[in-house]
């Protein structure tokens, strides 16, 4: 039997990833777990930022942004740059993070990360709360080990529901097993 809740944000878990921004003098990482893919040609990443934090203005201003997808093994660097503010503090120091310099994009991505999605801004959406920003990828940058035909495979990522970090699980399945199934 299910019960009624107050409508909320339920999709869970979702990505926590440390979104970078700004540029080589001015910038910053926050922890976000509201990130998502919106569209696949092209690629086109949204991220929401509440619209007191500091980071907002980064990518006003710049107009672009990285996404950095984390390790399990990172969940405390991850957490710092989710309580702490780049108005205050260096949340790259503070978390033993590690500036890479954009490929594609201005802004650092972070070396620790097993895949940063280097994205440019090409809209903004205001919500009472947040302001949602779509990001049109224009580099991927993946560790070598987890590229696997070309592709990222991350084996095992951090993730976020209900105030708790969480690491995802093993692989259960690929896109389209169950046909293999269903034709027999």
């Not at 503010?85 to 594609?104: E, I, N, P, Y």
């Not at 802004?107 to 049109?136: M, Q, W, Y």
């Not at 990222?152 to 046909?179: H, K, M, Q, W």
Request: charged content about 20%; overall charge neutral.
């Amino acid at each position: 039997m299910k019960v009624q809740l107050k409508p909320s944000t339920c999709l869970a878990p979702l990505p926590a990833v440390i979104v970078t921004c700004g540029d080589e003098t001015e910038n910053n990482a926050i922890t976000l777990a509201w990130a998502g893919t919106v569209n696949a040609e092209p690629p086109i990443v949204t991220i929401a930022v509440r619209h007191s934090r500091f980071s907002l203005g980064l990518i006003e201003r710049h107009g672009e942004f990285t996404v950095n997808l984390m390790e399990p093994s990172m969940v405390r660097a991850v957490d710092t740059c989710g309580i702490t503010s780049g108005r205050d503090v260096d949340k790259f120091a503070a978390a033993g993070l590690t500036r890479g310099h954009g490929m594609g994009v201005k802004c650092p991505h972070l070396e620790e990360s097993p895949l940063s999605l280097e994205c440019k801004v090409i809209n903004r959406v205001d919500l009472p709360t947040h302001a949602v920003f779509f990001g049109e990828v224009v580099d991927v940058l993946a560790r070598e080990e987890i590229v696997r035909n070309g592709r990222p495979v991350p084996e095992a990522l951090l993730s976020y529901a209900n105030g708790i970090y969480r690491a995802t699980g093993d692989a259960l399945g690929t896109y389209g097993f169950t046909g293999k199934v269903i034709k027999k």
